[in-house]
């Protein structure tokens, strides 16, 4: 059974890691697409981590210098004091112990306060504050005898710091009703002007630059372990006639005969007599049968396995239709067979050459959209 890269994919406008610097306010920045959807927007700073919305903080936080186990004697260091986000004082106190080991002392303290939590820091002790920002501290009294054996200061605050600042969209003035411009704007300013974010969101299909506002990005894309996208069966059938209806014949300096000359007929005028149509469908049907060909010597004369379901068996209709509402879109529906007999549809619509295009541009000629009546292109 043969196959093919997949890459005819539904485009999902998606910007990726767009880098932009901060304006001279240091609170805000402006991207270069409409952003469509605000649960889409990732903003990473500086190149080090994500900032959410609602901004990033620490805790406050510290660890002791010494190592453990430790001795601990009643009345001499079994005591251990602290005042969390300036709260009344709570107080630990530790039993008697020999050598007594450092996760078992973890254990004991973190059971005793609420707020505070303590971990292992190798053979240490070290603590943080449940809360984050700078309203966030712990502040170890004096009378904690046990804070000397841990290696921790007493008479200290220790508090939390606001990393990054959280940030919220804001429409921007002065933009098209169709695609508003959203403003990424920080709820306090940066540090500096040199900051800058890099930004995932999804934009407008007018906007778009992966697809250009055709709805369709051609281009290959690989599964989670790496492994390219492939097309079997129908749509790999769907695929190959798709890249041979639509591509320029002649320009594959390899294969001169592939392709077909419906994109330069198509921006004829269509006539009533329907000469032009029955150009476009002729030429469509002979490269159907070209490549009916090529995939029956595929399968007598090199030996590979072409399943019923890729053989193109015949082409039942060509159909063109003018667009009602725009004159300058065609909208061209191919049905085919394949050898089990079952029937697709392609359908594409074709945008002619506008007047500026008479300079000799064809920027504005090309595929504007694709729909699949029976199939999808999987992987």
């Not at 112990?97 to 609420?114: G, H, M, Y």
Request: charged share 20%; glycine share 8%; hydrophobic share 35%.
């Amino acid at each position: 059974m043969s196959y093919d890269r997949q890459i005819d994919q539904v485009c999902h406008h998606l910007v990726a890691e767009e880098a932009l610097f901060v304006e001279t306010d240091y609170l805000t920045v402006r991207p270069l697409r409409p952003i469509a959807s605000s649960n889409s927007v990732r903003v990473r700073l500086d190149g080090a981590f994500e900032v959410p919305s609602v901004g990033v903080a620490s805790p406050g936080t510290s660890a002791g210098t010494k190592e453990g186990p430790f001795n601990i004697m009643q009345g001499v260091n079994d005591t251990f004091v602290v005042s969390v986000n300036q709260g009344a004082p709570q107080t630990a106190v530790i039993p008697t112990a020999n050598k007594l080991p450092v996760d078992r002392l973890v254990d004991l303290l973190d059971r005793s306060f609420q707020g505070l939590s303590f971990e292992l820091l190798g053979n240490r002790i070290a603590f943080r504050t449940t809360s984050k920002g700078r309203g966030a501290s712990v502040f170890i009294l004096p009378t904690s005898t046990l804070a000397a054996t841990l290696g921790i200061a007493v008479n200290r605050e220790f508090r939390g710091q606001q990393v990054a600042p959280g940030w919220t969209l804001v429409s921007a003035p002065n933009t098209l009703p169709d695609r508003p411009l959203r403003l990424i704007i920080f709820d306090q300013p940066l540090r500096s002007g040199s900051d800058f974010v890099e930004i995932n969101y999804t934009t407008t299909r007018q906007e778009c630059r992966r697809c250009g506002g055709t709805g369709v990005e051609n281009d290959f894309r690989y599964g989670l372990h790496g492994d390219p996208v492939q097309v079997r069966d129908e749509a790999l059938l769907i695929q190959e006639l798709q890249k041979n209806f639509y591509t320029i014949r002649g320009t594959n300096p390899f294969h001169i005969w592939y392709g077909t000359g419906l994109l330069e007929t198509i921006g004829k005028k269509l006539s009533a007599g329907g000469l032009i149509q029955n150009l476009i469908v002729s030429d469509i049907y002979q490269a159907f049968n070209r490549w009916q060909s090529i995939k029956r010597q595929q399968e007598e004369k090199v030996g590979q396995n072409v399943s019923d379901k890729e053989y193109p068996l015949r082409l039942l209709s060509v159909d063109l239709q003018q667009s009602t509402q725009d004159p300058t879109v065609v909208f061209v529906s191919i049905t085919v067979q394949n050898r089990s007999n079952d029937p697709i549809q392609l359908e594409r619509g074709l945008k002619l050459p506008q007047p500026s295009d008479l300079l000799g541009s064809t920027a504005q000629q090309g595929v504007i959209r694709q729909s699949l009546s029976d199939f999808v292109l999987t992987g």
